[in-house]
């Protein structure tokens, strides 16, 4: 099958099965995105999370991931919820409140996978947000959007709200343009952020940042002068390529979960926690250490 056929018999599924984007590009070493890399480890801005500064090779290289790896196939998810939670309590970021999105989006994928297998012989290896691969950098190279000064992927259709998994594949596809960046003079989501961990445009320093300290930090919180419990979203929020874009229907919020007060987070049970959220995000963190979150904010 020709190069072309393929890759837009592959988009199609993809958006049948209920992606939100789909674009290809060449498996190639990330030249352009490894000093920013690199930059970014020299300044511990990685906080305690050591993975991120092991295995850089295959990071910044799909073939040494993926021997003989000659195209990546990105898929985009949006999240962007259809109802927020009221801001009297809790705060939870939005990609945490439907099932968690490994399971859903792998589910996925592998459908994805027995189409491309029902047209072609091939290898592949799926990804969702598990393996050293610079995800962000993957979409924007196939033309899902662009790194904004957020530092987050930005769809134009679904601003940066959008979870992505990849397909790696020994298959020769026709690739994508890249999109030129268009965040233009904005700086919403820096003079957003409320701890400084988006310290210049384009510069994370995780160590400051809310979601680090709620979701990945061992012990408690450090840093957070937010309402936020599990994850932070003020630069998403801040983003006005977000404000417009259509809502998923594919994250429904977990029952009850909108509503959970800091007295109910304060008292809830393990086995309770694990019978409402063992699907859920929220299970990253653990119960215990939202209720750390909850009491060193003195929400109760
Ligand atoms: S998630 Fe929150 S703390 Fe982290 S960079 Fe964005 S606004 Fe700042
Ligand atoms: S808030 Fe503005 S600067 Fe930040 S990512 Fe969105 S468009 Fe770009």
Redesign the pocket.
């Known amino acids: 099958m020709e190069k072309r056929s393929l890759n837009l018999l592959i988009k199609q599924e993809a958006l049948r099965l209920q992606f939100d984007g789909c674009g290809i590009s060449k498996a190639e070493r990330l030249e352009q995105e490894e000093p920013h890399l690199f930059y970014w480890l020299n300044h511990h801005y990685y906080a305690e999370m050591d993975y991120m500064a092991k295995n850089l090779e295959k990071r910044v290289d799909p073939t040494k991931l993926m021997k003989g790896a000659k195209s990546v196939i990105c898929l985009l998810s949006n999240y962007k919820p259809a109802q927020w939670q009221s801001s009297h309590i809790p705060q939870i970021a939005s990609f945490a409140y439907g099932r968690d999105y490994h399971i859903v989006l792998k589910e996925q994928l592998y459908k994805l996978k027995a189409f491309i297998d029902s047209q072609v012989t091939s290898s592949m290896r799926l990804f969702v947000d598990t393996a050293p691969i610079l995800e962000r950098a993957w979409a924007a190279k196939a033309g899902l959007g662009w790194i904004g000064k957020?530092n987050l992927l930005i769809s134009p259709k679904f601003g940066p709200y959008t979870f992505i998994s990849v397909i790696l594949t020994n298959l020769e596809l026709e690739t994508d343009n890249p999109m030129e960046p268009q965040c233009g003079s904005c700086l919403n989501?820096v003079k957003?952020?409320?701890?400084g961990?988006?310290n210049a445009p384009f510069s994370?320093d995780a160590r400051?940042?809310?979601?680090y300290q709620t979701i990945e930090k061992k012990g408690p919180c450090t840093q957070n002068p937010?309402p936020y419990i599990f994850g932070?979203?003020?630069?998403l929020r801040a983003c006005p390529y977000g404000a417009n874009t259509p809502y998923t229907t594919l994250f429904p919020p977990l029952p009850g979960l909108l509503q959970v007060t800091a007295n109910e987070w304060k008292e809830m049970l393990p086995d309770i926690f694990s019978q409402r959220f063992s699907k859920s995000p929220l299970h990253r963190a653990g119960l215990q250490k939202i209720k750390n979150t909850i009491a060193y904010l003195r929400l109760v």
Request: aromatic share 0%.
């Open positions: 957020s989501c957003a952020c409320p701890t961990a988006l994370l400051r940042c809310i979601s937010s932070c979203e003020i630069c």
